[in-house]
């Protein structure tokens, strides 16, 4: 899939949670895209948390999969459904496997925790994949659309990075 020709996966995604045919088809696009077709990235292999979730949509799937279609809410700490990020679940193979386009704002930062992530920025669509590196394992810590003012964070992490 070309860079251009992402859209939302559905045009009727509800804010509350998908439809048990929408979960079943966000969760082949993860197997399909990243637990199935393994992503090189700088020469290793992208890998992804496969515990099993707890989480009421997500129950016995990939734990990664619950990080990249909920969010932890500022409020409560649980993780709510995030339809935005849901819908762009199929974002993240082809964002990862064009990362050498101009488009793609690669840098490194390091997190609270001192473990170094990698962040791939499609700013043009405001969409970010987060890898983070593990011992000398890379794995796939989420992706989400970046609001306005993480836009400007990322935008100045972008910069200092040496961009």
């Known amino acids: 899939m070309d860079l251009e020709d992402l859209e939302d996966l559905f045009d009727d995604l509800e804010i509350e949670g998908p439809t048990p045919n929408q979960l079943y088809q966000m969760y082949g696009v993860f197997l399909q895209d990243i637990a199935r077709n393994p992503i090189i990235m700088n020469g290793k292999q992208v890998k992804f948390n496969s515990n ?12 990664a999969f619950e990080h990249i279609i909920t ?14 990020r849901a819908n762009k679940i199929h974002w993240i193979r082809p964002i990862l496997l064009n990362a050498g386009d101009v488009r793609i704002k690669c840098f490194e930062k390091t997190n609270y925790k001192g473990q170094n992530q990698q962040y791939y920025w499609f700013e043009e669509k405001s969409f970010v994949v ?15 659309l970046v609001d306005r003012i993480e836009r400007l964070k990322f935008r100045r992490w972008y910069e200092e990075y040496g961009n």
């Open 130 to 144: 987060i890898l983070r590196e593990i011992q000398s394992d890379l794995f796939l810590i989420t992706a989400f």
């Open 71 to 84: 969010r932890e809410s500022r409020i409560s700490g649980r993780r709510d459904f995030d339809r935005e």
């Open 52 to 63: 099993k979730s707890k989480h009421p949509i997500c129950k016995g799937k990939a734990l």
